[in-house]
């Protein structure tokens, strides 16, 4: 059992920047976060979950959604168990609830069914 907790949302304007961290703990030492890859995922309201970005485990492999590509950038550091998500030139349709998900031995999945550990989501807003 792998349990994830996201921080950092709250309201940007437009042009800004948020950074969201996804921290995970396990029960045993199995659940070892070197084991998974690390997907974030937003929801807008009405609107089914979408792919934003992935990371595998040592950072090799990353991919990103286009409306997001050269405005997020993503990162981990095992040590702390910790991925992080910089969002840079924030903009209005950014504007959703932010949840990190984690996949057991991937290179990291654009589908949210691959997932099997979730936070609770970070509210992002992005308004003037």
């Known amino acids: 059992q792998v349990y994830l907790v996201e921080s950092g949302g709250g309201l940007a304007q437009p042009g800004g920047s948020l950074r969201l961290s996804c921290v995970a703990s396990g029960r045993t030492s199995r659940d070892s976060f070197r084991d998974y890859a690390i997907g974030w995922f937003r929801q807008a309201p009405g609107k089914e979950r979408e792919f934003v970005t992935s990371?595998?485990?040592?950072?090799?492999?990353?991919y990103y959604a286009d409306p997001v590509r050269g405005r997020f950038t993503v990162s981990r550091d095992n040590a702390k168990n910790t991925v992080f998500l910089q969002m840079n030139n924030l903009k209005p349709e950014d504007t959703a609830v932010y949840y990190c998900g984690a996949e057991y031995l991937s290179p990291g999945s654009f589908s949210h069914l691959d997932y099997i550990y979730w936070g609770r989501g970070t509210q992002v807003t992005v308004s003037s």
């Open positions: 990371i595998n485990w040592n950072g090799e492999t990353i």
